[in-house]
């Protein structure tokens, strides 16, 4: 573990390594986060493409600008972001994520950057990008505020930062930790901690530190007739997202 | 999954002497063909393969049917760069539906919707010429491999792989069956079909006429099926003179076609005239007549892992709406838009959302169309008295409820239902 003076916890990081070799199977246990992925993306490509003025029916739409995914995990999110011409840097505190990932990015003829790395020792080397992502991570890690503002701190000036995560609340406790976890099994059980997750109000605050400013909340929410994710702008109450810029 | 036919097996799993395409199409036929125009307008690179040489899929002889191209349809040939290029058309602005020689009929009027007609008549063969034309403008994006067939499918876990009869394999995000009915992916897939055969045979052909058809399109409902006389745009005679032409499709009981195919020029022109009345004027024939076994057939699912079914492969249905043709290209919009919007989100092309998207969109409604033309074709073949009072009061309630005839003339048009952005005259 190269990451020193780390906020990522031992205990969340052995979770996660235990199932990385099947996550890019569309129906293994990352089918959740698979099913979710196309709605959590257009999120931001939206958000990035009016943000940085690029034409999304344009191929590699996001060509010259640098984006860093934080907590990449297995590669779900870098990959999509460099098909769409992100130049793509992607950290995870977990090698075998990393080594997934790189694995599955040569085989895809995709050139992403993945490093085994904690977002400080890249702020610590003075590294800055145009859009920051750290998406279902705020929740796994043990100093919430101290990430978000290694997180801000990465954001260039002019860039932009999106993080999505779980939001505390009685909802989300039956419908992400019970729901999801117990009775769906969508998730393995021990997944989540609900008491990690984060409220709006701390995740503003937390990026606020780092220097950025919130332009959007948007929930996410699994819409059961359609067995598909969708934004919901209004109810915040489970999985939410946040566009944040930096001026 | 294996594949379970290959005559040539590959000597190493060497991914890099494969051919590699973006989707692979398997079938280069009206919805093939149409869906690969589509994906490779969007930047999308598109393999097709067929089993037919190109150059023999427009000859009068290889298919002498002609379709009609309700609408929405039109509208799609349109946004992709196709209708430009099909040289002759037809456009219908009534359709006139009778029942046999009784006073009942039903006439659709395009006027009572605005001035669009409900469609267009083309041939078969000058629709794949233009889809030739349109594959040929975006050659920087289409591979086309034909005459090839393909003898072995199988998955991995980045790829849909298939093998060609001459030994070489196809690498693709997702393949595409648009085979026609019996597709043979969907069979390799392990893809069961479920249907029935109508105990009916569909003879096609074409006739000529001393009077204009003022862009009527006839459907008479005969005891044997329905017979469908089409407008087809007029063609020059050699002297100049406008000749007056119109498609066939004659609906007749299996046990009785094989002697109408057999009778010569001028006994089957004698059947023909017979069904068709006087109001044309006289006829004669034009190029060859060809006949087909109708059947109802729906494949039990539509999606595999990296593998999707279009057009009849998926579902076969009764010609008596002339819809057939028309549900496939609605596949073709649908799987557009699906396969633009996952490029446009960097997504692998065949991850299972968007897979699961088209399955959803397009099963209803295929099988509602199914459901329809399985109706009426059984409620309309037949001669039984209280059926024919009941059917023929039906039309005439039908003729007489401005509601109820607009929502059936949208039908025909193709504009009903959730349509893909496409068909809607939309930009993707």
């Known amino acids: 573990m190269s990451a020193a003076a780390d906020t990522i916890s031992p205990a969340e990081i052995a979770k996660f390594t235990e199932i990385a070799d099947t996550w890019w199977d569309p129906t293994g246990a990352f089918r959740p986060l698979h099913k979710f992925n196309p709605e959590r993306i257009r999120f931001i490509r939206d958000r990035l493409a009016a943000h940085f003025g690029r034409d999304i029916t344009e191929p590699r739409p996001f060509a010259g600008l640098r984006l860093l995914d934080v907590g990449c995990g297995g590669g779900l999110i870098s990959e999509p972001m460099a098909r769409l011409g992100f130049e793509v840097t992607g950290i995870d505190a977990g090698a075998e994520n990393i080594g997934v990932a790189r694995l599955h990015a040569e085989r895809m003829g995709l050139a992403i950057d993945y490093q085994v790395a904690a977002p400080e020792s890249l702020r610590a080397a003075g590294h800055e990008y145009d859009a920051v992502l750290a998406l279902e991570v705020v929740e796994h890690v043990s100093d919430v505020s101290a990430f978000l503002g290694a997180v801000g701190g990465l954001v260039a000036p002019g860039g932009a930062a999106i993080a999505a995560t779980l939001n505390r609340t009685v909802k989300s406790l039956l419908l992400a930790k019970i729901g999801a976890e117990y009775v769906l099994r969508w998730v393995p059980r021990g997944t989540h901690d609900w008491r990690k997750f984060v409220r709006p109000s701390e995740l503003a605050a937390g990026l606020r530190r780092g220097g950025l400013a919130l332009s959007e909340f948007s929930g996410v929410a699994y819409d059961v007739a359609r067995d598909d994710w969708k934004l919901t702008p209004r109810d915040l109450d489970v999985n939410y997202m946040a566009m944040a810029v930096k001026a | ?428």
């Open chain 2, 1 to 428: 999954m294996e594949s379970k036919a290959s005559p040539h097996p590959p000597a190493s799993a060497d991914v890099a002497a494969d051919i590699a395409a973006d989707i692979a199409i398997v079938g280069g036929g009206l919805v093939g063909a149409a869906l690969a125009v589509a994906l490779a307008r969007h930047g999308i690179k598109v393999a097709v393969i067929d089993r037919v040489d190109p150059a023999a899929m427009v000859d009068e002889r290889f298919d002498g049917r002609a379709s009609a191209v309700a609408l929405s349809s039109q509208r799609l040939l349109a946004a992709i760069g196709v209708w430009s290029h099909v040289a002759a058309t037809a456009s219908i602005r009534e359709i006139r539906v009778s029942d046999g020689p009784s006073l009942f009929f039903l006439h659709y009027d395009h006027a009572q919707l605005g001035n669009e007609p409900l469609g267009f008549m083309a041939e078969n063969r000058v629709l794949r010429r233009a889809l030739a034309c349109a594959l040929q403008e975006n050659a920087q994006h289409v591979l086309r491999l034909a005459p090839a067939a393909v003898t072995g499918f199988s998955q991995d876990a980045d790829s849909a792989v298939l093998t060609l009869n001459d030994g070489r394999r196809l690498r693709a995000q997702l393949a595409i069956a648009a085979d026609g009915r019996d597709s043979l992916v969907r069979d390799l897939a392990g893809i069961t079909v479920s249907g029935w055969s109508y105990p009916q045979v569909g003879i096609v052909g074409t006739i000529g006429h001393a009077r204009p058809h003022d862009h009527i399109a006839h459907e008479h409902f005969l005891p044997a099926g329905p017979f469908a006389i089409l407008p087809l745009a007029d063609e020059r005679a050699s002297d100049g003179t406008a000749v007056h032409r119109s498609s066939l499709v004659w609906t007749e009981r299996s046990d009785a076609a094989d002697a109408y195919l057999k009778l010569d020029d001028a006994a089957f022109l004698a059947a023909i005239a017979e069904r068709v009345g006087s109001f044309l004027g006289p006829l004669h024939l034009i190029g060859p007549r060809f006949s087909h076994p109708l059947g109802l057939q729906f494949a039990s699912r539509y999606v595999e892992k990296r593998l999707v079914l279009a057009g009849d492969a998926a579902h076969g249905i009764h010609p008596i709406a002339g819809q057939g043709v028309n549900l496939g290209w609605r596949d073709v919009a649908a799987l557009t838009e699906i396969l633009v919007d996952a490029q446009r989100l960097g997504l692998d092309l065949a991850h299972p959302s968007g897979l699961a998207r088209y399955e959803r969109w397009r099963r209803a409604d295929n099988l509602l169309m199914a459901g329809v033309t399985d109706i009426l074709n059984r409620l309309f073949s037949n001669d039984v008295g209280p059926v024919r009072l009941a059917r023929d009061l039906g039309l005439g309630v039908v003729n007489r409820l401005p509601a109820m005839k607009k929502l059936l003339m949208r039908h025909a048009m193709g504009t009903v239902g959730d349509l893909p952005r496409l068909m809607r005259g939309e930009a993707l």
